[in-house]
Antibody, heavy 119, light 108 residues
Framework: QVQLKESGPGLVKPSGTLSLTCDVSGGSISSGAWWSWVRQPPGKGPEWIGEIYHGGDTNYNPSLKSRVSISVDKSKIQFSLNLSSVTAADTAVYYC????????????WGQGTMVTVSS | EIVLTQSPGTLSLSPGERATLSCRASQSVSSSYFTWYQQKPGQAPGLLIYGASSRATGVPDRFSGSGSGTDFTLTISGLETEDAAVYYCQVYVTSALTFGQGTRLEIK
């Protein structure tokens, strides 16, 4: 059973860079799935940030594209998110998730990690 | 950019009743790429329905999805107290994903 777990700082200063890592356990990161980041501001719906394939191909939400970078480290079986020039609007619970192309759905999610942007 | 509008915002029903949740897309989408999730407090969203009408593994058959084009529906028959949650629709279009704003289902 694949499990995902996010890690990273819970507090980031405005104008700084938010960096998170998702560890994938119990399965292969080269399984044919895409690996995504999704965030959810308090009391709001989820927002897709972007995704990466094990080969390195990426897709990003157009509204965040200029500030987002997602990378994968197959040797460590993890993928990472960098979001630059953050503001209070980037405060949210950040989830990593597995996207299954055949179902066109997220079938596995991490527990989520709360990131607050504040000085 | 596709916008998904869910209605109602909040639904309050009693155990045993039927819940009907709606999701409308701002333009026609493929039902193959339409999904419903359930989110309980403090948890990540969980996959309920994919391909507009296929239940995910382990999802009870009281949950059903339907629809096509711009209008999609999630129906929960014979509500149970454990169905209290926020339900989100989501669509995938050309390497981009969009979620609705959610419908909160309360069980009286």
């Amino acid at each position: 059973q694949v499990q995902l777990k996010e890690s990273g700082p819970g507090l980031v200063k405005p104008s700084g860079t938010l960096s998170l890592t998702c560890d994938v356990s119990g399965g292969s990161i080269s399984s044919g799935a895409w690996w995504s980041w999704v965030r959810q501001p308090p009391g709001k719906g989820p927002e897709w940030i972007g995704e990466i394939y094990h080969g390195g191909d990426t897709n990003y939400n157009p509204s965040l594209k200029s500030r987002v970078s997602i990378s994968v480290d197959k040797s460590k079986i993890q993928f990472s998110l960098n979001l630059s020039s953050v503001t209070a609007a980037d405060t949210a619970v950040y989830y990593c998730a597995r996207w299954r192309p055949r179902e066109a759905a997220f079938d596995m999610w991490g527990q989520g990690t709360m990131v607050t942007v504040s000085s | 950019e596709i916008v998904l509008t869910q209605s109602p915002g909040t639904l309050s029903l009693s155990p045993g009743e039927r819940a009907t949740l709606s999701c409308r897309a701002s333009q026609s989408v493929s039902s193959s790429y339409f999904t419903w999730y359930q989110q309980k407090p403090g948890q990540a969203p969980g996959l309920l329905i994919y391909g507009a009408s296929s239940r995910a593994t382990g999802v009870p058959d009281r949950f059903s999805g339907s629809g096509s084009g711009t209008d999609f529906t999630l129906t929960i028959s014979g509500l149970e107290t454990e169905d209290a949650a926020v339900y989100y629709c989501q669509v995938y279009v050309t390497s981009a994903l969009t979620f609705g704003q959610g419908t909160r289902l309360e069980i009286k």
